[in-house]
């Protein structure tokens, strides 16, 4: 989101923290319920396009929010959408897009009211690495063919009492309302938000080896000097890597793997 709607998005953030804050464990409920606004406003341009339309009163719009949730909703959900529905959006996409974020805020602020935020990124890059060699279960989760109360089934008999409430809230989210992306990713994303409010980087690590502690400290140390906050290593150990390191922070990507670097003289030696 960039502009206008970048702005917008930023703004209902800070507005809505204090309420995430004050709703405490609760707050999962109030994600949940969002995540019921956005994949409502998923399936009816009509309704999409009414509360983003830049042409529309926004006191206007905001009504159209409070009649179509009036008796369903949170009364806080209902001022969160009412205000967005208020602000300038740069396409229809963007409303719909903030909503899903700050429904994924809610949620994980649940898990941080119960202390267990930490847990909840963690058995996520977990889920999102057992699943690297169970390619049938990905294609699974993310068909679109297949009835979403199936996948969602299937996610409860793989998650079901073995991860925290929030986890599987959020893995069923993935597989029932992908919003155009498949499974793994959606848990990708979900996992470096969460890493966003505990305000810290999230470093994916691939290594030819099991790093020790120190080794870890001591990369810990170097991203966290090189990027000015603190960084979470998620290392994975991929014995096809040749010595080195695949480290990928955001966009950025250092990799000082053997087997890059014969990449790359082969590709000298053959220009």
Do not use: C
């Given at each position: 989101?960039?502009?206008?709607?970048?702005?917008?998005?930023?703004?209902?953030?800070?507005?809505?923290?204090?309420?995430?804050?004050?709703?405490?464990?609760?707050?999962?409920?109030?994600?949940?319920?969002?995540?019921?606004?956005?994949?409502?406003?998923?399936?009816?341009?009509?309704?999409r396009?009414?509360?983003?339309?830049?042409?529309?009163?926004?006191?206007?719009?905001a009504?159209?929010?409070?009649?179509?949730?009036?008796?369903?909703?949170?009364?806080?959900?209902?001022?969160?959408?009412?205000?967005?529905?208020?602000?300038?959006?740069?396409?229809?996409?963007?409303?719909?897009?903030?909503?899903?974020?700050?429904?994924?805020?809610?949620v994980?602020?649940?898990?941080?009211?119960?202390?267990?935020?930490?847990?909840?990124?963690?058995?996520?890059?977990?889920?999102?690495?057992?699943?690297?060699?169970?390619?049938?279960?990905?294609?699974?989760?993310?068909?679109?063919?297949?009835?979403?109360?199936?996948?969602?089934?299937?996610?409860?008999?793989?998650?079901?009492?073995?991860?925290?409430?929030?986890?599987?809230?959020?893995?069923?989210?993935?597989?029932?309302?992908?919003?155009?992306?498949?499974?793994?990713?959606?848990?990708?994303?979900?996992?470096?938000?969460?890493?966003?409010?505990?305000?810290?980087?999230?470093?994916?690590?691939?290594?030819?080896?099991?790093?020790?502690?120190?080794?870890?400290?001591?990369?810990?140390?170097?991203?966290?000097?090189?990027?000015?906050?603190?960084?979470?290593?998620?290392?994975?150990?991929?014995?096809?890597?040749?010595?080195?390191?695949?480290?990928?922070?955001?966009?950025?990507?250092?990799?000082?793997?053997?087997?890059?670097?014969?990449?790359?003289?082969?590709?000298?030696?053959?220009?």
């Amino acid at each position: 989101m960039r502009g206008t709607s970048g702005a917008s998005l930023a703004a209902a953030q800070e507005r809505f923290e204090p309420v995430l804050r004050s709703a405490g464990a609760d707050a999962t409920t109030l994600g949940e319920q969002l995540f019921v606004v956005v994949t409502a406003l998923d399936g009816s341009g009509a309704l999409r396009r009414s509360l983003a339309d830049p042409s529309r009163e926004g006191d206007d719009k905001a009504q159209v929010v409070r009649t179509v949730l009036a008796g369903g909703f949170d009364e806080r959900v209902i001022d969160l959408v009412s205000g967005l529905a208020r602000s300038r959006w740069s396409s229809e996409a963007d409303l719909t897009d903030a909503l899903e974020r700050l429904g994924v805020d809610a949620v994980l602020a649940g898990a941080e009211a119960r202390q267990a935020l930490e847990t909840v990124e963690d058995e996520l890059f977990r889920l999102t690495r057992a699943l690297a060699g169970q390619r049938d279960v990905r294609q699974a989760l993310s068909d679109p063919t297949t009835e979403a109360s199936r996948r969602a089934a299937l996610v409860d008999d793989l998650l079901d009492g073995k991860v925290d409430p929030v986890t599987l809230v959020l893995a069923r989210r993935a597989t029932t309302a992908p919003r155009g992306r498949r499974f793994v990713p959606s848990l990708t994303w979900f996992g470096d938000v969460a890493a966003e409010r505990r305000h810290r980087l999230v470093a994916s690590v691939t290594s030819g080896s099991v790093l020790t502690a120190a080794q870890e400290e001591r990369l810990g140390g170097i991203l966290e000097r090189a990027y000015g906050r603190p960084v979470q290593l998620n290392v994975t150990v991929d014995p096809a890597v040749v010595g080195g390191l695949r480290i990928q922070v955001g966009a950025d990507v250092v990799d000082s793997t053997v087997l890059t670097r014969l990449a790359d003289a082969r590709r000298r030696l053959a220009g």
